[in-house]
């Protein structure tokens, strides 16, 4: 009895992970690894739009204009903010993307920018992101 009480906290830190490995071998659906799923509108394409696609959008936009070199058409210049790529996961801006309430659209002038980004903050747990695509351009889905 006297060697319980001298190790109880490693018996029930013991006893948790012996537990916690229980769970997660008889319950495939806990712990589960979700990246198919937050990915699955990219290979569907259902992650992209067109400028009359966000002109019919009801309710908040957001667009993020990726970089320094993109010109956003001017319809929508109240509603665009400018990001460099490498500041999108700061903590201000990440902040800033999670209490928008609306739709983020992102635009970039290289379509694989924007995927990446869309990519990071879909694995991140944002929703109602999407690919603004840039004139004269489409992108098949694979």
């Not at 509108?41 to 067109?50: D, E, H, K, Q, V």
């Amino acid at each position: 009895m006297k060697f319980i009480k001298q190790y109880w906290l490693v018996f029930s830190i013991f006893l948790l992970v012996t537990l916690l490995v229980l769970v997660r071998t008889f319950n495939q659906k806990s712990f589960r690894y979700d990246a198919v799923k937050r990915a699955a509108p990219s290979a569907l394409g259902s992650n992209i739009m067109t400028e009359d696609q966000v002109g019919t959008l009801n309710g908040e936009k957001l667009i993020i204009a990726l970089g320094n070199n993109e010109t956003v058409s001017n319809r929508f210049q109240k509603i665009t903010l400018r990001m460099e790529t490498e500041s999108v996961l700061e903590r201000a801006n990440l902040n800033l993307l999670r209490r928008n309430k609306g739709t983020i659209i992102l635009y970039s002038d290289e379509s694989s920018v924007s995927a990446k980004v869309w990519m990071v903050l879909s694995e991140m747990g944002l929703k109602n992101v999407f690919i603004l695509l840039p004139e004269n351009r489409s992108i098949q889905p694979v």
